[in-house]
């Protein structure tokens, strides 16, 4: 069964990099068909895509972040890896990570979530 | 960039059929998909594709989409259907194709 786990510090300060991994198990980084994907979820708000990742390392990004996000892949390891740069509060969330299914062009969809981790954003 | 709305809650006796919106511009040319979130979980993929259920999903969950709307249904709510709901599609139309969330939906038992 195919299991995510993300991973990193709890606690950033402002203006640094937020840097998360995660961890699949159960499976392949390098299956075709399946996009590798961050999502975080503000205090009592809603869903909002970070970005997605191919094993090949093609990426999309959610333009209102791609400024400051990398996402990269290691298929050696079967990781996935998330850099936020120069965060401030508002960057304060449930980061988690996600396997997509792809069916491109036509549409993605997250089918397995690992169980999130907080990330707070202070000094 | 390509917006879903959602409305903020619904309300639902035990036993009636829960009915959540998700409006977008010609959305029925995409394809929708839907989560369901519990306090303090991750997200659960309960329908994809407009209508298809993944494995383990109740048949009392379903999803037509046409127009500039797809709705959620709920048949026979349970008490453990309440959570927050939310609407997904891939917005290939724009320069920055990615992920859209709507805004989610508070699905209240009563």
């Known amino acids: 069964q195919l299991q995510l786990q993300e991973s990193g510090p709890g606690l950033v300060k402002p203006s640094e990099t937020l840097s998360l991994t995660c961890t699949v198990s159960?499976?392949?980084?390098?299956?075709?068909?399946?996009?590798w994907g961050w999502i975080r979820q503000p205090p009592g708000k809603g869903l909002e895509w970070i970005g997605s990742?191919?094993?090949?390392?093609?990426?999309y990004y959610n333009p209102s972040l791609k400024s400051r996000v990398t996402i990269s892949v290691d298929t050696s390891k079967n990781q996935f890896s998330l850099k936020l740069s120069s965060v401030t509060a508002a960057d304060t969330a449930v980061y988690y990570c996600?396997?997509?299914?792809?069916?491109?062009?036509?549409?993605?969809?997250?089918?397995?979530w690992g169980k999130g981790t907080t990330v707070t954003v202070s000094s | 960039s390509y917006v879903l709305t959602q409305p903020p809650s619904v309300s639902v006796a035990p036993g009636q059929t829960a009915r959540i919106t998700c409006g977008g511009n010609?959305?029925?040319?995409?394809?929708v998909h839907w989560y369901q979130q519990k306090p303090g979980q991750a997200p659960v993929l309960v329908v994809y594709?407009?209508?298809d259920r993944p494995s383990g999903i109740p048949e009392r969950f379903s999803g037509p989409n046409s127009g500039n709307t797809a709705t959620l249904t709920i048949s026979r709510v349970e008490a453990g259907d309440e959570a927050d709901y939310y609407c997904?599609?891939?917005?290939?139309?724009?320069?920055?194709?990615?992920?859209?969330f709507g805004g989610g939906t508070k699905l209240t038992v009563l």
């Open positions: 594709d407009d209508s």
């Open positions: 996600a396997r997509l299914v792809a069916a491109a062009p036509y549409y993605y969809y997250m089918d397995v």
């Open positions: 159960g499976g392949s980084i390098s299956s075709s068909s399946y996009y």
């Open positions: 990742i191919y094993y090949s390392g093609s990426t």
């Open positions: 010609n959305i029925g040319s995409k394809s």
């Open positions: 997904q599609v891939w917005d290939s139309s724009s320069d920055h194709p990615g992920v859209v």
